[in-house]
């Protein structure tokens, strides 16, 4: 059965949480080398988080999705080769969204339903065409610039000093070498659970 087309929306910057839930979610994978790694952090906390995967990655590693899943992690749309969705035709947002999500959901059994604009650089076509496909689009609001990698010191003191109750917290485990993500990782979120923290992957 296709997705049902949602209602247009502006992406979800953090949750509706008065308490200390927050999400973790990870972007550019699935990467062969560092996503396994991470799997195996998540699991040591019994955290569960969402994965927003580029669709020509994933097509590489189909075992590594359906593994993303099995572990109870959610599984997101984050297009297919990851473009500035603002200096493209609308038919091509269209099929960077489709492709990856009739992708996901045929490798994994379960439509994505999360819609996450490479850069967070959203465009009225994009916001328009994931509704259309039955996704809402997520944000963050705590973002360490992991990507640039300017340290796992850094990484780790920026999410503990920017984090709250409802944060959607911004890592990578693809796009290049993530070793200090994971030592980030490996770091913040031991004193993350000590302070109460609880995480979420929004279905």
């Known amino acids: 059965m ?14 509706a949480s008065d308490d200390r839930l927050v999400a973790l979610t990870l972007d550019d994978g699935p990467d062969p080398v560092h996503t396994p790694i991470v799997l195996s952090v998540l699991e040591q906390y019994r955290l569960r988080a969402t994965f927003f995967l580029i669709g020509e990655n994933a097509e590489r590693q189909p075992a590594l999705v ?31 969204l489709l492709r990856t999500s009739d992708l996901l959901g045929t490798t994994t059994g379960r439509t994505p339903t999360w819609f996450r604009a490479p850069g967070g650089d959203w465009s009225d076509a994009s916001l328009r065409i994931c509704a259309e496909l039955g996704m809402r689009p997520m944000g963050w609001s ?52 000590d302070e109460g923290y609880r995480f979420t992957a929004p279905q």
């Open 66 to 96: 359906r593994e993303i899943a099995a572990h109870g992690h959610h599984i997101a749309n984050h297009t297919w080769s990851h473009p500035d969705l603002r200096g493209i035709t609308d038919a091509k947002v269209r099929d960077e």
């Open 142 to 193: 705590v973002d360490p610039q992991d990507w640039a990698r300017p340290g796992t010191s850094l990484i780790t003191q920026r999410v503990l000093q920017t984090i709250g109750p409802g944060s959607i917290v911004l890592n990578h485990d693809g796009g290049g070498d993530r070793s200090q993500t994971i030592a980030a990782l490996r770091t913040y979120l031991p004193v993350l659970l």
């Open 2 to 15: 296709p997705p049902q087309p949602r209602k247009v929306s502006n992406p979800l910057f953090s949750l």
